[in-house]
């Protein structure tokens, strides 16, 4: 008999419960106490700082944080390793296979790899201190070939032999692999990048502008300043980045003025003549003295790489962008992603040849991206779902959203443990979806025109079931022809609320009454005190409503003909600044005498709340505090698909638990 799932799509999670009785729904108490589940074995989070490739061969630079399971590290002394050593992962196939190699004490910033064998890494030492490293057989040993009082900055590699290193602003150079080093020291103070294209002519910006070299750094002149009238409306740059080859060059300079979507830069080209020109500029209205065209991303000076006279790759604060018509027009090469990390991506490689490959680091955690001729996909780790998650059975589950791409629909058979991409749907955001049988299902899509889906085929194809006046805060699905959605109404967020069904597999909806009592709380509501809410339907005939007005529960059940209040039990312990309080709420089901609820606390640093409801009553967990659920509005957090079993969505990723919440695993093992 297939399980009867509820399924709800809010923000995360409140605190209450409900139990049921017989046939109908019996009020219960709160247990004295809630006692911690546990995390099976230690969960460290993979934390990527750099990405180096040569074709197929290529290496990350990682460290594992400690999340869960395991006491904090003590800090590191000198007869002491560091709580986190760093480490190396190698493939040479194109990441179907990785090795690790340790690295001790160190911690590497940058890589440039030259060749198969071929490269350098900037790193540092708590003992040693800083410096930079170089390997002649593809990273399987490395030796110190400059030490350095700073911290590397840049690293810039010019064929096997020749590299530039930044750091304190100061300039060293080397044209025999790190035997023999050169100090470069500019007339100007403040270098953050500097890019030689020839052994003798280079180039370094400062906050002030760019500068120039034809003797090999010995001597240097301004090239270019900053026009005033820019500098007093966008603020004095606070980053730049530069990057000249024999083609062509660019440079872009990043202000302080800031605003939520970014902040202001510039883009500049370096012409024929060796003049500079600002060719295109951030959105924040004109320009004194410059004329420019104004491209449409935020992002700040991270990286950029000239890729042919006219073109360029920019990796900025909000993803990867490319222009092939100098500057005057942008393209996004990276997919856009649900939430974005600062930077959007810690480190690029490949972009000379064109085979991208990008490393990002969000709150899910570090990836790996690769870039082919059909698109992105994700190499490190596993991919898994950040935005709802689905669960038909134990081994056939359904989700929303990667880390990178909000867009993403991807179904797993082996529950849990591996995730596929599957084809999208075109136009709009998917915000819910919800599957009735490991092949049909259904996905609803935010956009100009919320559009419902429907899937006989497992994902691998869609079709367009009808349209909504609004996207649905909740979708739930019975059977292939029953299903219902609750929808925000009205002025403020959210002030009102209406619950449709439908009886004909979506194709047309008929708008049912809310129970009055919940009416009435909403009239004398402010809006923005009611934060979240979720409708759950797993039989045409019994339900549930659940809001969140004022941070408090509110819950209603249906059952057959009427709606009746259900008293949402607190808890016991006052977190925070108060009483129980929280933010968002998640709900699954299995069958009709089963009930989960995942419970987001309000305040920061709090912990996570599962409840269970069965035959005999509650069963309450408090997850460990480094186990977050805050996910995104509209987010299915709990897929129930036994007594006892449950998948969470978090931000170490799916967790499952095969005891009613008291232990948890992580799914993706490749995460550990």
Known sequence: ????????????????????????????????????????SPIAQTVYTAVGFVGKDGMISAYEQPLVGQAPA??????????????????????????????????????????????????????VGYAVLRTADGGR???????????????????????????????????????????????VPGIVAASFPTVLRGYAVTGLGILETEDGGVHWRVRYTLPQGLVAQLGLATGATIDVEPQGGFAAFTFANCWPSGCPHVVLRIAASGDWQIVSGEDAGPLPTVTAPEDGFAGGAQQLWTTGPDSVVWNGAGGLWQSTDAGASWQEIGAPKAHQPSPAFVDVSGVRSGDLWAIGQDVWGGYLLHRTAVGWRQVLPQPFPVSAVDFVTDRVGYGIGLSWSPRAIVGTRDGGRTWHVLPGVGGGLPVALSFTSPEHGYLATAGISPTLWQTADGGRSWQVVGAFAAPPVSLAFSDPLHGAALFATGPGWPLEFALAQTEDGGRTWTTEGLPDAFQSLLTNTKPTVVTSASALFPTPDRGYLLALVQHVPQLWGFLGS???????????????????????????????????????????????????????????????????????????????????????????????????????????????
């Open 1 to 40: 008999m297939r399980p009867v799932r509820l399924f709800a799509l809010t923000v995360v999670l409140a605190t209450g419960m409900l139990a049921l009785g017989g046939c109908g729904l019996l009020q219960t108490s709160a247990p004295a106490s809630e006692p911690v589940a546990t995390i099976a």
């Open 74 to 127: 003590a800090p590191a002394t000198a007869a002491a390793p560091p709580p986190n050593p760093g480490k190396l992962l190698s493939t040479r196939d194109g990441g179907r296979t990785w090795h690790a190699t340790s690295l001790g004490n160190w911690q590497v910033d940058a890589i440039d790899m030259v060749t198969h064998r071929v490269g350098y890494l900037a790193a540092d030492d708590p003992d």
């Open 562 to 672: 009427r709606w009746q209040a259900i008293a949402v039990p607190g808890g016991t312990q006052a977190r925070g600044n108060g009483t129980e309080s929280f933010k968002g709420v998640a709900m699954s089901s299995p069958g009709a005498r089963h009930l989960w609820l995942a419970l987001q606390p309000n305040w920061s640093q709090a912990q996570a709340r599962i409840m269970r409801l069965g035959p005999s009553g509650w069963q309450l967990y408090d997850l460990p505090a480094a186990v977050s659920l805050d996910l995104p509005q509209g987010s299915g957090a709990v897929s129930a698909f036994g007594d006892g079993r449950a998948v969470i969505l978090t931000n170490l990723g799916p967790l499952e638990t095969e005891d009613g919440g008291q232990t948890w695993r992580l799914l993706a093992e490749s995460r550990r």
């Open 141 to 187: 040993s490395w030796r110190e070939v400059l030490p350095l009082t700073f911290s590397p900055t840049f690293l810039r590699a010019s064929g096997a032999q020749g590299l530039l290193v930044l750091a304190g602003g100061n300039l060293y150079a080397t044209e025999d692999g790190g035997r023999h080093w050169r100090s470069v020291h500019p007339d």
